[in-house]
């Protein structure tokens, strides 16, 4: 079972999110970035790469795409805030957004 983060558990996981430009939702227990790419093309082969790690974390974002910006907010639903997989798809995000 997933776990919610919180207290120092959570500071310490989103302190390095934060650095990378990541965000606490306003009113929400979630994270949120803007990515922004060269062009569409770009975005979309992100969201693919991204698509395939959140499958094999059975973790979804709530995502958008317009043109060469794709806007990504995760929360884990399950237990009403963010937990590990949250943390760990953000940081394979960055990564793959490289």
């Known amino acids: 079972m997933t776990e919610k983060l919180s207290g120092a558990a959570l ?6 999110l934060r650095d990378n430009g990541w965000a606490v939702v ?18 979309f082969g992100f969201m693919s790469r991204a698509a395939i790690w959140a499958e094999k974390l059975n973790h979804h974002p709530e995502w958008s795409n317009v043109y060469k910006t ?3 907010t995760l929360a884990t639903h399950d237990v009403d805030g963010l937990s590990d997989l949250d943390v760990k798809l953000a940081k394979k995000m960055d990564d793959l957004a490289g």
């Open 11 to 16: 500071d310490a996981a989103l302190a390095p």
């Open 70 to 72: 794709v806007e990504v």
């Open 26 to 43: 306003e009113g929400r227990e979630a994270i949120h970035k803007t990515f922004t790419f060269a062009n569409f093309v770009e975005a």
